[in-house]
């Protein structure tokens, strides 16, 4: 039942989403091509004209409305995401969703697993559009701008050439934290939406936003609380690296050293967001089962 | 279209009747197979049970037979219907009878009525066509 | 063998103080059609949703073919709200194949064809019918299920007489042994035909519950006349 609680969760999102990416890529498009002309044309030769002047400002618009336009459609994409949850769940949709045949668990499930999915597809092509401005907008004399790429592909193979495969750990660590932060962003305005859904029925947004905040006061105190234990040893870390020297090439054991020492702090801070994220999800399905009254 | 029904009497008999009813006045033939429980319940628009409850009374008293696998049937002995329809003549000519002495008739000066009713203008035909 | 669909024993329900339902014991057989009646904020509702899951109870216990309320009743269950609930923006025959993919009780044929007699258009979007249509394509969807237990809130409430009859016409043909038809309603003299027995309720507590024949035979009364009587103003 979860795959299809997903699969049509997907497509109801993906209906409305799915131009929005194709206006990221049309933008990215266009602003490429006016930064393109403004960054390759010799102004220098060229007499002040209104014409030139227009054109620059037109290629100037062009690469200004692709930044916004990148910054809406993201907007655009949070925003959906959390309206159909809202409509799907805490109104006259809801007479539905919960008399299906599946769990709460599950329909937060999909919830969860749809939203993220389409938080890394916008992301991704946010990412393609990047790199078609980078490789076609800025080359300076040539169309394609392969001289970034090649220094890029250059500055990896030295950080693979000193550090190896070991270079994994770090970045798997980085991907494992962005998942399950955003998992807890999502989950945790989503828990907002259920309580001030509930709490309130007249003001059903306004209560949401209120115990959105409600929920970030209290989970800064929480976190602040362990910060505070965790502070202690952290300086006793940082004064033990007072005094180690480590030899000009021996970037290895540098980072050896350093990475190792860090490891303890990250996986506290893992095993917190890890820890809030689970809270938020066990709330969320403690209030839609036992509290919500869909009226 | 559905059927009518009063409010005093439980519908299962007022089914029955009007099954009854359909079977004197020849809208349910003599040996012919009746709508199955289901269709009756749409066609007078009430609960099958009941319409279940009307049909097993009108089985007891021999009008209607069930055969297996096929379904319902009105009975082919018009001894029966005969039966049933002096029966529901004689109770028709009481309740009559009841009604003009509510409204002040003797038993003679009604059957003069029906005299004159009988012979008098305006005298239609009492058979429903068939 | 007549199995009970719906049982409820002591079943509360507060909300804050205000006690919706307070200890209601009934048991539903199989093979009925049972009207749910009272006046406004009798507790009808409450009783449905809880039957459905949508409420958790404060006190009692309620059961579903022996289920609580969860995944197993809700596959059990088939509930026609009185409000329009489907998603807007889903056409007509979206809404179908929903259906069908998460009811393996569904009857996909049936549903088709009951929407082509009452011609509504399959690939018309839900926002675009009017509101009649729409309580018509959810009827059929809740219709369409070879369900244990029929919950239907305000079936026939404002609907022209002619669709009342074929809501009601659909109730019949759907009818099943093995299956329960719980009617909650206003309109009781239009529904008191197709009743086998039915449930006055007031103030969230049981009142009668009886059957329409028992009723006629002993006090001569149709159920319309009786509920007059006992919720008199």
Redesign the interface.
């Known amino acids: 039942?979860l795959g299809?609680l997903i699969k049509?969760d997907f497509n109801?999102l993906s209906?409305v989403l799915l131009p929005t990416q194709l206006a990221i890529l049309g933008a990215a498009i266009l602003g490429t091509i006016g930064f393109a002309i403004n960054f390759r044309a010799d102004y220098s030769n060229v007499q002040a004209s209104g014409f030139i002047n227009l054109i620059r400002l037109l290629t100037g618009l062009m690469s200004g409305i692709m930044v916004l336009a990148i910054i809406a459609a993201t907007v655009l994409v949070a925003f959906i995401i959390f309206q159909r949850f809202y409509?799907?769940l805490m109104c006259?949709?809801?007479?539905?969703t919960?008399?299906?045949?599946?769990?709460t668990s599950e329909i937060l499930w999909s919830k969860l697993i749809t939203a993220m999915l389409w938080t890394i597809i916008s992301g991704v092509v946010i990412f393609i559009g990047i790199n078609i401005f980078v490789l076609f907008g800025t080359g300076e004399s040539t169309f394609v701008n392969t001289q970034a790429y090649s220094e890029l592909g250059r500055a990896l193979h030295e950080v693979n050439l000193t550090l190896g495969a070991r270079v994994i750990w770090p970045i798997l660590e980085f991907i494992l934290l962005m998942i399950v932060g955003t998992a807890s962003q999502i989950l945790q305005i989503y828990l907002a939406l259920i309580i001030g859904g509930i709490v309130s029925q007249k003001h059903k947004i306004l209560a949401s936003i209120g115990f959105y905040f409600v929920i970030n006061i209290a989970v800064c105190i929480i976190s602040t609380i362990m910060q505070y234990f965790l502070t202690g040893s952290m300086v006793n870390t940082f004064n033990s690296f007072n005094g180690v020297t480590f030899g000009e090439n021996d970037a290895l054991a540098a980072y050896n050293y350093v990475f190792g020492a860090m490891q303890p702090y990250f996986w506290c801070y893992f095993a917190f967001t890890l820890a809030i994220t689970a809270a938020y999800f066990l709330l969320s399905r403690y209030f839609l089962?036992?509290k919500?009254?869909?009226e | 279209m559905a059927w009518e029904f009063s409010n005093d009497k439980p519908i299962y008999v007022q089914v029955s009747d009007q099954i009854v009813s359909g079977i004197l006045t020849g809208t349910f033939k003599m040996g012919e197979k009746l709508p199955s429980v289901r269709e009756f319940a749409v066609i007078a628009a009430v609960n099958p049970n009941t319409v279940q409850k009307a049909l097993s009374e009108l089985e007891s008293v021999g009008l209607i037979e069930t055969q297996r696998n096929t379904g319902k049937y009105v009975t082919q002995e018009g001894s029966i219907i005969d039966m049933a329809r002096k029966k529901r003549g004689e109770l028709l000519a009481v309740e009559f009878l009841k009604s003009m002495a509510a409204l002040g008739y003797t038993s003679e000066e009604t059957i003069r009525l029906l005299e004159e009713a009988k012979n008098g203008e305006g005298m239609s035909d009492e058979r429903t066509d068939a | 063998m007549s199995e009970l669909t719906l049982e409820c024993r002591g079943l509360s329900k507060y909300f804050g103080t205000n006690p919706a339902l307070h200890n209601l014991s009934i048991s539903l057989p199989a093979g009925k059609i049972i009207g749910l009646l009272g006046p406004n904020g009798s507790g009808k509702t409450t009783l449905i949703k809880l039957a459905c899951g949508l409420l958790t109870p404060t006190e009692g216990e309620i059961r579903v073919c022996g289920f609580k309320p969860g995944i197993e009743s809700k596959a059990l269950v088939s509930y026609l709200p009185e409000r329009t609930y489907l998603p807007d923006w889903m056409t007509v025959i979206e809404c179908v194949k929903f259906f069908q993919d998460f009811y393996a009780d569904f009857d996909y044929e049936r549903a088709v064809s009951m929407l082509q007699s009452l011609q509504v258009p399959a690939n018309a979007r839900m926002k675009t019918l009017s509101k009649g249509t729409k309580e018509k394509v959810q009827l059929v969807l809740v219709m369409s299920r070879r369900a244990r237990l029929y919950l239907l809130d305000e079936p026939i409430g404002g609907v022209d007489p002619a669709a009342r009859d074929y809501i009601l016409g659909t109730i019949l043909k759907n009818y099943s042994e093995e299956a329960t038809v719980l009617i909650s309603t206003h309109l009781i003299a239009d529904v008191e035909k197709i009743l086998d027995e039915f449930i006055f309720i007031q103030n969230g507590q049981l009142v009668s519950y009886a059957s329409t024949d028992s009723l006629r035979e002993d006090l001569g009364k149709s159920i319309d006349q009786y509920f007059r009587e006992v919720f008199r103003c």
């Open positions: 039942m299809k049509h109801s209906r409509k799907n006259s949709e809801g007479y539905l919960f008399t299906l045949p599946v769990t089962k036992n919500l009254n869909l």
